[in-house]
């Protein structure tokens, strides 16, 4: 009887799993969604005019406007463009700082109270000194967002390295493993999961850093849209520029998931009820 449900049971498994895989992206699209509509009924049905916050209709309409004059691709190339080289830069050298602290207690002694300290300073007190030494062009943008990219990396490879459990590197050590291995098969997997954490975090402050580095003196880019649209006083491409920040940040969320998901198949995570069924 079990040997004749089981080719059953595969099935099923699988179209609960595809479900699963579909139907989590489309259940966190229902609150946007849902507020959307509700606004949209509410400017309708004469609430309110929709002046200071335009109905999805209007911002919609100034998305395909901006699209159709090329205006949109060109500011979200160049924000896009200057959030990928901060945060490639703030990546690389937040990782190996990161890992240095956290492995030598000297050198965290030496550098890390230096390091909390600048973590507290706020980005907008940067500004005027990134244009001071690096001027108003894209290296002090690029900068900016580096910085802000940083401290989250940094903080969270530091931390993982020292939360290490020693016993896997002793079990480690047992089997004679080399350094290199050492660290392919111990360490890093040990590490990857709160790595990976780390670098959404920075991501994420990567692009709310960049809006302030596009109040220097930017010509094009998303924060330029915004700086323009409250100018002009064009509330409806403000709240398009904010809509497009908001989707390309998620993309780029969603890529680093999507990246890293192969190299953590490992673990052994709690599953809700409802994720195990």
Excluded: C
Excluded at 44 to 72: D, H, M, Q
Excluded at 105 to 114: E, G, Q, Y
Excluded at 175 to 193: C, E
């Amino acid at each position: 009887m079990s040997l004749a449900s089981e080719p059953a049971a595969q099935p099923s498994r699988k179209s609960k799993s595809s479900l699963s895989r579909w139907g989590s992206p489309a259940l966190g699209l229902l609150l946007p969604l849902g507020l959307a509509v509700g606004w949209e009924l509410a400017v309708r049905a004469g609430w309110s005019n929709g002046r200071l916050v335009p109905p999805p209709s209007v911002i919609y309409a100034t998305f395909a406007e901006l699209a159709k004059t090329g205006e949109l691709q060109r500011h979200a190339a160049a924000t896009l463009a200057r959030v990928v080289s901060g945060f490639g830069i703030g990546v690389i050298v937040g990782t190996v700082l990161g890992a240095i602290t956290g492995y030598s207690m000297l050198v965290r002694r030496f550098i890390d109270p230096s390091l909390q300290a600048l973590r507290a300073i706020p980005s907008i007190a940067w500004v005027p000194l990134f244009i001071l030494w690096l001027g108003i062009f894209e290296a002090s943008k690029v900068t900016l967002i580096a910085v802000g990219v940083f401290f989250p990396v940094y903080l969270g490879v530091m931390a993982a390295v020292m939360s290490v459990d020693r016993k896997i590197v002793e079990v480690g050590r047992a089997f004679r493993l080399s350094g290199f291995k050492m660290v392919r098969r111990i360490l890093l997997p040990a590490v990857l999961p709160a790595y990976i954490t780390a670098l959404r975090s920075g991501l994420g402050l990567g692009w709310m850093f960049v809006v302030a580095a596009e109040f220097m003196g930017a010509s094009e880019g998303l924060g330029f849209l915004l700086v323009d649209g409250q100018q002009l006083g064009k509330p409806a491409q403000i709240v398009a520029a904010i809509v497009a920040f908001a989707l390309i940040g998620k993309v780029t969320d969603w890529l680093i998931v999507g990246i890293s998901t192969p190299f953590l198949r490992w673990e052994d995570r709690f599953k809700s009820p409802a994720a195990q069924d």
